[in-house]
């Protein structure tokens, strides 16, 4: 179910140094249109869930035997639930779940992951400390082996299920990715020019890594995060969707989900909702990050999407 | 060759032994025990100790270390906290299910995106491919359970054609086996093959600007006859790694899958086993996928320069 948990390279990443010519003007123009789809998806989400903050159409814990499993109509566009829920706010505010899963996961694993690829490429560089750059790789290797989704499962195990467990154990999942990448892009920096110089002027490890690896390696870091955004609105659908990701009541798509299985031959529109925005999310996470690559990186021929 | 399969073969033991460590402390040392956990907040610390002394919990960590991990290697994954039984059988005969799951899905993924992929890099500036490029990023973002249900749907409710749910072994009657297979893999498979697309037509691309290609095309080999000849064992690389991942991660990620069509896998399992607070049975269940994935892990690290020679020399 995930798009690319492990961080091994993306389809834009294998062969690009045997094919790194210029990119077409063609393939351009389509990659900015991934970028503005993906871009007005995200949007489309962020809206849903600020705009639930201060409305929604009816107040998500508000039962209604009466107005119980309902089509969509002009009262409830999207329906309603067993309860007389409206599947509309249900989704509106499902989508700040989705979206603090995400936050918070990448966040652990961008602030964890990078510096960590950063210090492991350092260290390759030195001859006496290529054996550090090693076992960093190594246990990363290992980290690659828990999915995250088996992850998340495991703290629900040891700690109780939980929105806050799932979000924590997302993030340390996605970590090798973010050290993978950190790690070869310093490794390109550190190799250039300009970093010898400033070698050479005397300039402390610390200094160049914040003033020319970092700004380099920034834009690769962000499309990794776009990409772990994605996977992480999955895995907490499905944590949510097997009972150990977000509990009742808040609301989450992957609940919901779960929830309308009971009624898939009578109401399958229940799982058309929150099925339908998991996947704009996922996608519209997905897209950004393959518009984003070809941005940041123009060296990349840009294949489209 | 052998050098390099013997030190990945020697990584592959010190990543499972770091592993079982980072499972058994996850779940050994951290907050209260098993037996806490096994009996709930409320029992009383007579009946905690109790069941400690008679599973041993109240022994060294070390020395519990030593023999979990010794009875597995003897294939004994111990005995359950919460129901007594032996939790052997219950992860062999699941873990069965699951293979047949993932492997049956993984070969069709494999069967659809090959030729798809491999089409949509020729025609790359056709409608054709641009709509398959289009589909697969739509596939993508579909999560498997979704794709679940919605084949449930079409399929199973309203057409009635398969089983909306249950699970039959092949020596109860294979006709019925291959019947409640259908929805479960073709769910996985759909999701895997949408990626798996992607990975190949970019594999592809890559092949076809190589040099070797450009030589067979000013040979008088057209398009195709050069890809087929000389091009795809060279893209097969990167989808060999990629297929791999998704094995691996298909593992755990079937799960659901297996929830929704009521499969008794490794992860149905896993779910009931937390929810059951069988920290034992978590720890295995936990440790045979990692495994699981390590062993996949290892196959791809050792297929990959047999099927690419300049791999192998570099290594």
């Known amino acids: 179910m995930n798009p690319n948990p492990t961080g091994a390279p993306t389809p834009h990443e294998t062969g690009t140094t045997a094919s790194a010519k210029p990119r077409s003007r063609k393939g351009g123009r389509r990659t900015?249109?991934?970028?503005?789809?993906?871009?007005?998806?995200?949007?489309?989400?962020?809206?849903?869930?600020?705009?639930?903050?201060?409305?929604?159409?009816?107040?998500?814990?508000?039962?209604?035997?009466v107005a119980r499993l309902q089509s969509g109509s002009l009262a409830h566009p999207f329906g309603t639930d067993t309860?007389?829920?409206?599947?509309?706010?249900?989704?509106?505010?499902?989508?700040?779940?989705?979206l603090l899963v995400g936050v918070v996961a990448v966040g652990i694993a961008l602030l964890i992951g990078t510096p960590i690829g950063i210090i492991a490429a350092f260290f390759a560089k030195q001859s006496w400390g290529m054996w550090i750059d090693a076992v960093i790789m190594r246990a990363n290797d290992i980290l690659l082996a828990f999915p995250a989704l088996l992850l998340a499962i495991i703290f629900a195990a040891v700690y109780s299920p939980g929105t806050g467990p799932a979000m924590v154990a997302v993030g340390i999942a996605a970590i090798p990715?973010?050290?993978?990448?950190?790690?070869s892009g310093t490794l390109q920096v550190l190799g250039s020019d300009y970093v010898r110089a400033a070698r050479a002027s005397n300039r402390r490890?610390?200094?160049?890594?914040?003033?020319?690896?970092?700004?380099?390696?920034?834009?690769?870091?962000?499309?990794?995060?776009?990409?772990?955004?994605?996977?992480?609105?999955?895995?907490?659908?499905?944590?949510?969707?097997?009972?150990l990701g977000?509990?009742?009541?808040?609301?989450?798509?992957?609940?919901?989900?779960?929830?309308?299985?009971?009624?898939?031959?009578?109401?399958?529109?229940?799982a058309l909702w929150p099925g339908v925005f998991i996947a704009l999310a996922v996608l519209g996470f997905n897209l950004l990050g393959d518009g984003l690559r070809d941005r940041f990186d123009p060296k990349m021929e840009a294949r489209g999407a | 060759m052998l050098t390099y399969a013997i030190s990945r073969a020697i990584q592959f033991a010190l990543s499972l032994l770091v592993a079982s460590v980072a499972v058994f402390a996850l779940m050994s040392l951290l907050p209260g025990n098993a037996a806490q956990v096994a009996l709930g907040t409320?029992?009383?610390?007579?009946?905690?100790?109790?069941?400690?002394?008679?599973?041993?919990?109240?022994?060294?960590?070390?020395?519990?270390?030593?023999?979990w991990m010794g009875g597995m290697l003897t294939g004994d994954f111990g005995t359950s906290y919460v129901t007594g039984a032996d939790i052997t059988p219950v992860i062999v005969g699941s873990v069965q299910v699951t293979a047949i799951l993932v492997i049956a899905a993984i070969a069709l993924s494999i069967l659809i995106a090959v030729p798809l992929g491999t089409f949509a890099a020729l025609e790359q500036r056709n409608w054709i491919g641009v709509t398959i490029s289009a589909i697969s990023q739509v596939?993508?973002?579909?999560?498997?359970?979704?794709?679940?249900?919605?084949?449930?749907?079409?399929?199973?409710?309203?057409l009635g054609w398969f089983p909306s749910q249950g699970w039959m072994a092949p020596i109860e009657g294979f006709g019925g086996f291959l019947l409640r297979l259908v929805l479960p893999v073709v769910s996985l498979a759909l999701v895997q093959a949408a990626i798996l697309t992607r990975y190949v037509r970019s594999a592809v691309l890559d092949v076809m600007r190589e040099d070797f290609i450009r030589t067979a095309r000013a040979k008088g080999l057209t398009r195709s006859k050069a890809l087929f000849v000389h091009g795809l064992r060279n893209a097969a690389i990167p989808v060999i790694t990629v297929a791999g991942v998704q094995l691996a991660t298909l593992l755990v990620g079937a799960v659901i899958i297996e929830q929704i069509f009521v499969l008794p896998g490794i992860g149905s399992e896993l779910v009931r086993a937390v929810a059951n607070r069988d920290l034992v049975a978590v720890q295995g269940i936990v440790m045979v996928l990692v495994l699981l994935v390590l062993i996949i892990n290892l196959i791809v690290d050792?297929?990959?320069?047999i099927v690419d020679p300049r791999i192998r020399n570099a290594a």
């Not at chain 1, 309860?83 to 989705?98: E, K």
């Not at chain 2, 596939?139 to 309203?158: E, K, M, Q």
């Not at chain 2, 050792?302 to 320069?305: G, H, K």
């Open chain 1, 83 to 98: 309860f007389g829920r409206d599947t509309l706010t249900w989704v509106m505010v499902g989508a700040r779940i989705t």
């Open chain 1, 205 to 243: 490890v610390p200094a160049i890594a914040l003033v020319h690896v970092l700004p380099n390696i920034a834009g690769m870091v962000i499309v990794q995060a776009s990409v772990a955004f994605a996977i992480s609105v999955l895995a907490e659908a499905g944590l949510s969707f097997l009972g």
């Open chain 1, 177 to 183: 990715g973010f050290a993978r990448v950190a790690r």
């Open chain 2, 139 to 158: 596939g993508i973002a579909i999560p498997n359970f979704l794709a679940a249900i919605i084949l449930v749907i079409i399929f199973s409710l309203t």
């Open chain 2, 302 to 305: 050792i297929l990959v320069p």
């Open chain 2, 42 to 67: 409320n029992a009383t610390p007579e009946a905690v100790a109790a069941l400690e002394a008679q599973y041993g919990l109240d022994r060294p960590p070390l020395i519990r270390y030593f023999d």
């Open chain 1, 32 to 65: 900015n249109a991934s970028m503005i789809i993906g871009a007005a998806l995200v949007v489309l989400i962020v809206g849903l869930a600020l705009v639930s903050f201060v409305w929604t159409p009816y107040d998500p814990n508000s039962i209604d035997p």
């Open chain 1, 246 to 270: 977000t509990q009742a009541p808040t609301p989450s798509w992957g609940r919901m989900l779960q929830e309308s299985q009971q009624y898939l031959s009578t109401h399958p529109e229940l």
